[in-house]
Structures are given as structure tokens and as C-alpha cells.
């Protein structure tokens, strides 16, 4: 079975500056999807950026980019320019090609200070 | 309006009763899920659904059961329901792979369920 791991349980960054949230993965499959999740407050569960294996661009959404290191199964989120709103629990995800469920780890909790 | 409703909201009930959580979608995907949060565990597979005549168990199926009503229903039974059973429940639907590309999954707002 793949695991996910989410060495960071608690983050803090301050409004503005850069965080990076770390994720690492253990999977024999070559090929596979990872996501970050977004769970603030609310508790809605919402996509923030996605990665296919097979593609050696990392993935960027406005002020959200991974870096994916395919060899070291590593797969960190990096939040530019923190924003209030950016506060939340974050949760990495990790999926097989022909899979269809989502692996989740444990989770992120990140505070954003003004 | 939301894509993937689920309902009630929050629900509290007492140990032994059924209880059935509801879930509906309006993005048209074949495929829906639900998983269980747990403080500290992430989220965990329950059951999933590729279409209405397919049904299979996922990480955590002992104690539930799920209906497909139709394409956008997806509804998970509590038989009897017990105190560690408290949690919180997410509906997700995906679409099909396309030419390597996911779009990964998309989830409703969640139902808080605490069983007493």
C-alpha cells in the first residue's frame, strides 16, 4: 500500500512571506497523480494544485507551486506572498494511475500571522 | 449552487441508531466516493462507485453500507450506529482520466456526525 507523510504537523509563516509544506510519498508505481488539498475553517476540501508523475514541469497555480522530485518520491507545496486567507489544514495526496482513490496523509496545519 | 451537496450538514444520534447520509452531484462524473476524517488521520476511503451497477469497498467498509440511487446519488448507511463512528464524512466525485490528465477529485462540504 502507498503511504503518504506529512513530517510537519503545525506551520507558521507571516503574511507575505513564503512557506514550504513538505510531502513524501512510498510507492513502486511509476506512474501516479499527486495533489495538495486545502481544508480551511469551513472544512471544504479543495484542490489547490495537481501533478502528473509522468511530467517533469512542476506544476504552479498563481502563488501555489510544488517542487517534485520524482527520484526522492518528494512532493513540497511552496505559498508565495501568504495571504490571511491561506490559513488552513493541508492535506497531500497521493494516487495511482489506474487507481481511483485518493491516499491521504495526515495533514498540515498552517497559521498564517499579519 | 454547490456541485456536490451532501446532507444533513451535522447530524448527532445515539449508539444503535441507523443513520443515512446523502449525497448528490451535479458535474456529471461516473465516479463518487466517500471517505471518513478522523482528528489527526487525514481522510480514509470507505466506499466508491465507478457507475449505478458498480459498487466496491474501500479502506474502512465494516460498519457501512452504501446505495447508488442514480448517476448523482451516492448515499452511505450507518446500520447501527456506534460512537467511534463519529466523524467527519466526505462525498467526492472525479470525472475519467483524459489523455493522462486527472482532475482530481472534488468533494462536498462534509457531514459532522457524532454518535453518543
Known amino acids: 500500500a502507498q503511504t503518504v507523510t506529512q513530517s510537519q504537523p503545525e506551520m507558521s509563516v507571516q503574511e507575505a512571506e513564503t512557506v514550504t509544506l513538505s510531502c513524501t510519498y512510498d510507492?513502486?508505481?511509476?506512474?501516479?497523480?499527486l495533489f495538495w488539498y486545502k481544508q480551511p475553517p469551513s472544512r471544504q476540501m479543495i484542490l489547490v494544485i495537481r501533478?502528473?508523475?509522468?511530467?517533469?514541469q512542476n506544476a504552479t497555480e498563481n502563488r501555489f507551486s510544488v517542487n517534485f522530485q520524482k527520484a526522492a518520491k518528494s512532493f513540497s507545496l511552496k505559498i508565495s506572498d501568504s495571504q490571511l486567507g491561506d490559513a488552513a489544514m493541508y492535506f497531500c495526496?497521493?494516487?495511482?494511475?489506474?487507481?481511483?482513490?485518493?491516499?491521504f496523509g495526515k495533514g498540515t496545519s498552517l497559521l498564517v500571522t499579519p | 449552487d454547490a456541485d456536490v451537496t451532501q446532507t444533513p450538514r451535522n447530524r448527532i444520534t445515539k449508539t444503535g441508531k441507523r443513520i443515512m447520509l446523502e449525497c448528490s452531484q451535479t458535474?456529471?462524473?461516473?465516479?463518487m466516493y466517500w471517505y471518513r476524517q478522523d482528528p489527526g488521520l487525514g481522510l480514509r476511503l470507505i466506499y466508491y462507485?465507478?457507475?449505478?451497477?458498480?459498487?466496491n469497498k474501500g479502506e474502512i467498509s465494516d460498519g457501512y453500507s452504501v446505495s447508488r440511487q442514480a448517476q448523482a446519488k451516492f448515499s452511505l448507511s450507518l446500520e447501527s450506529a456506534i460512537p467511534n463512528q463519529t466523524a467527519l464524512y466526505f462525498c467526492?466525485?472525479?470525472?475519467?482520466?483524459?489523455?493522462?490528465?486527472?482532475?482530481?477529485?472534488?468533494f462536498g462540504p462534509g457531514t459532522r456526525l457524532t454518535v453518543l
Open positions: 467526492a466525485t472525479s470525472d475519467l482520466d483524459v489523455g493522462g490528465l486527472t482532475q482530481g477529485q472534488f
Open positions: 510507492t513502486s508505481e511509476s506512474d501516479y497523480y
Open positions: 501533478q502528473e508523475a509522468y511530467k517533469q
Open positions: 495526496a497521493y494516487r495511482m494511475n489506474s487507481g481511483y482513490a485518493l491516499n
Open positions: 458535474k456529471g462524473h461516473d465516479r
Open positions: 462507485s465507478f457507475d449505478v451497477k458498480d459498487i
